[in-house]
């Protein structure tokens, strides 16, 4: 299971809290991740930052199909981002060559994912 954690404040409760709770406890191996990584800004629209979301178009190899002026950055957030989702769906664990190691949730480290600039593995903010 993959569970993406990109919430800010309120939405701890919400999304934080119960992604720890479900990995901690599942009896299958979990992937936790937040997406930090700020995508270019769109011509004309205000900067949102790394909004709800915004990881979709790196995910799925998208960002072709976006308008917006993508700069190398994005490209490669998007190829491990992608990769790390093709590994995933292909075996259940989103490790594979060339991608920085991901370790499954371990709730006493709290440690997941940050696909920031670069992806990493980081103690939880949440």
């Known amino acids: ?3 993406s954690v990109n919430c800010l404040g309120l939405l ?3 999304a934080a809290l119960p992604a720890h ?3 901690g406890f599942s009896k299958s191996k979990a ?3 937040e997406f930090s990584h700020v ?3 769109k011509p004309g629209f205000p900067n949102y930052g790394a909004f709800h979301t915004s990881e979709v178009p790196f995910a799925l190899h998208t960002l072709h199909l976006w308008k917006r002026p993508w700069r190398e950055i994005d490209f490669e957030v998007e190829k491990s981002m992608n990769g ?3 590994n995933f769906v292909k075996k259940g664990n989103p490790n594979g060559d060339g991608l920085p190691e991901w370790s499954s949730y371990d709730k006493s480290s709290g440690s997941i994912m940050v ?8 103690p939880t903010l949440y």
Do not use: F, H, N, T
């Open 39 to 41: 995508p270019v800004d």
């Open 1 to 3: 299971m993959v569970i």
């Open 12 to 14: 701890d409760q919400i």
């Open 84 to 86: 790390y989702w093709i």
């Open 21 to 23: 709770l479900w990995a």
């Open 31 to 33: 992937y936790l991740y």
């Open 115 to 122: 696909v920031g600039d670069k992806p990493e593995i980081m």
